[in-house]
């Protein structure tokens, strides 16, 4: 994910930079640094599972329970 689909992410779920910070569990200042793909000078890159999470609450998911819980649910 590069930083310009991160922002894009973020504005096409009408989030602010500290409401993406909150729902991805990070600082408003990482969400920052995710969208100018630096820090202090450095390439920043915006992790795979940050990425994975993006996609998951885009799609709705906003908590992940583990395969137990899944297993569980398919047992019924």
Not at 17 to 40: P, S
Not at 45 to 73: D, M, Q, W
Request: charged share 35%; aromatic share 12%; proline share 4%.
């Amino acid at each position: 994910m590069t930083p310009k689909e991160f922002k894009a992410w973020r504005k096409f779920c009408g989030l602010t930079q500290e409401q993406a910070a909150k729902k991805l569990g990070l600082k408003k200042r990482t969400i920052q640094y995710y969208e100018k793909g630096e820090r202090d000078g450095k390439d920043f890159k915006i992790p795979r599972t940050t990425a994975l999470a993006c996609y998951a609450i885009s799609v709705g998911v906003e908590h992940y329970f583990g395969p137990e819980v899944l297993n569980e649910s398919r047992s019924d």
